[in-house]
T-cell receptor, first 112, second 115 residues
C-alpha cells in the first residue's frame, strides 16, 4: 500500500541557509500535518492543512512557512536556519473522516 | 485536548503480555483515546483507538475504564520488535467539516522488550 513519502530523507544545511522539505500524502488523503522532533524529544506539532487551507498552527517559528498544493502535496520552507532547527521532521496525512493519521519516515535535517 | 499521563518506561519479557497504562482524568465525552508508537527515529505508527468500549485489532487491545479516566494498551505477546515509545493521545474525532484535529504527543512510555 502507498505510504506517505517525504523528501529528502536527509539534509545538511549551514546556518542562515534555507531548506525546503516535501511531503507527498497517501492518495486521496486531503489533510497533512507537520511535526518536528528534536533529539531525545517527543514530536511537536507545527502546522496542518486541510484541502489546501491552513487548518491549525502549533509551535512553528515565524522563519518557517508551509503550504499545501493542488495535488495535496505539502512543502515546509525553513529560512535563516539555526543550529536548533536540527531535528527530524515528520509529515502525516489523513483522509477526511478517517480515524488515523499515517506518518512518513521523516526528513532528518542537520544544521551545521 | 485532554492531558495524558504515562509511566516513562516499562520492561517486558518477550512472549509475555505488555500492559501499558495511561491516565486521562480530564477526558471529555467527545474525546477518543488513541495509541501510537514510535520505533527508534521512525515515523509514529498508529496502533488503535477507542471511545468507551474495549477495542481489539491485529496489533493490540485497548481497555478503557468505565469512567473513561484511564486506559490500558495490551500487546498480548510482546516481541523484540515491539520495543518502542508508546504514546497515549486524547483528541476529538476529526469532524467532517474540515478540521484537521491534530495529534498532540506527550511524553510516552518507553517499552523495552527483553529476551
Amino acid at each position: 500500500a502507498a505510504g506517505v513519502i517525504q523528501s529528502p530523507r536527509h539534509l545538511i544545511k549551514e546556518k542562515r541557509e534555507t531548506a525546503t522539505l516535501k511531503c507527498y500524502p497517501i492518495p486521496r488523503h486531503d489533510t497533512v500535518y507537520w511535526y518536528q522532533q528534536g533529539p531525545g524529544q517527543d514530536p511537536q506539532f507545527l502546522i496542518s492543512f486541510y484541502e489546501k487551507m491552513q487548518s491549525d498552527k502549533g509551535s512553528i517559528p515565524d522563519r518557517f512557512s508551509a503550504q499545501q498544493f493542488s495535488d495535496y502535496h505539502s512543502e515546509l520552507n525553513m529560512s535563516s536556519l539555526e543550529l536548533g532547527d536540527s531535528a527530524l521532521y515528520f509529515c502525516a496525512s489523513r483522509r477526511q473522516g478517517g480515524t488515523e493519521a499515517f506518518f512518513g519516515q521523516g526528513t532528518r535535517l542537520t544544521v551545521v | 485536548d485532554a492531558k495524558t499521563t504515562q509511566p516513562p518506561s516499562m520492561d517486558c519479557a518477550e512472549g509475555r503480555a505488555a500492559n501499558l497504562p495511561c491516565n486521562h482524568s480530564t477526558i471529555s465525552g467527545n474525546e477518543y483515546v488513541y495509541w501510537y508508537r514510535q520505533i527508534h527515529s521512525q515515523g509514529p505508527q498508529y496502533i488503535i483507538h477507542g471511545l468507551k468500549n474495549n477495542e481489539t485489532n491485529e496489533m493490540a487491545s485497548l481497555i478503557i475504564t468505565e469512567d473513561r479516566k484511564s486506559s490500558t494498551l495490551i500487546l498480548p505477546h510482546a516481541t523484540l520488535r515491539d520495543t518502542a515509545v508508546y504514546y497515549c493521545i486524547v483528541r476529538t474525532r476529526p469532524l467532517h467539516t474540515g478540521t484537521a484535529s491534530k495529534l498532540t504527543f506527550g511524553t510516552g512510555t518507553r517499552l523495552q522488550v527483553t529476551l
